[in-house]
């Protein structure tokens, strides 16, 4: 489970900006913060629930504000996303998205290399665990299901962040979040999972959800993407012993193969669940 991370009032959406202060929104992650680690020990002996926050690269400073962050909290892993190109959020509405897009010469093919390289800043930075909506860029764009290969330019700088996330053992998230608001693949899209199968690269499952409604939202049709793109297993975060980065040493990222998944009633197609046993890992993240 993770929350968004707070933001000062240059970075409010819209929403925020009538009921928030940068230190009423603080306080509310820290709501949720607290309620997160009375939620984890309280239900300890039926779900492994671990405790996260989704951290936002804006710009250059966005590094210290984040790096405070997880000094202070005892987080059990962090995802590290790009939700702003220029500063401007580039996933709330088309308005600001193609404001974004005016700063990178007015074309999706310059706002979603600049998006990339600033994506790529974060990951040298920050060397997220887990990497969020990878190709999120796409979203409001005039071809939201393009081929990313038809810009060369493009493609290199993904494949170039592919190869660095590979390079320190990141995860990216397959986010059913794209299903939800309309496109036809999950982020990241099927090219760019099997550019990053190729490096080595693996992947963990992301509903993206912003509430009840929509936890587990659309994994019943992960099963025929993953089998389309040839990934054959999935990572899931744990308490354990065994960890690959050594800011999270209790965390231990383990492999699920896609054969037993399917037998997961959250991946089953609504109308197909039998009354069998549930396993009570979790496949992915909720957020």
Known sequence: MTEHMPRGEKDFYPEEIKIHTASTLSKLFDDYY???LRLQAAYSSKIRLLVGIEVDWIRPD????????????????FIGSI????????????????????????TDEGVF????????EMLKALKPPIIGHFDLIRLLS????????????????????????????????????????????????AEICQQFLAMGGVFTFSDDSHGIDHIATNYEKLPGFVDKVGITSIVYFEKGPTTKDIRFPNIAASIISIQELKEHPLLIPHG???????DTHSAGSVR
């Open 34 to 36: 607290c309620e997160a």
């Open 62 to 77: 966005s590094k210290g504000f984040i790096e405070g962050l997880l000094k202070t909290h005892q987080f059990d892993l």
């Open 142 to 189: 005039d071809e939201p299901d393009v081929d990313f290969r038809k810009w060369a330019g493009v493609w290199q700088r993904l494949t170039r962040n592919l190869a660095y996330i590979a390079g320190f053992g990141g995860v990216l998230e397959l986010n059913t979040a794209a299903l939800r608001k309309g496109l036809n693949e999950p982020y990241p899209k």
């Open 113 to 120: 290399e600049d998006y990339f390289d600033l994506q790529y």
């Open 83 to 106: 939700h702003h190109v220029h500063t401007i959020p580039i996933d709330y509405d088309r308005q600001r998205y193609n404001e974004a897009r005016e700063q990178s010469g007015g």
């Open 272 to 278: 197909e669940i039998s009354h069998g046993r549930a």
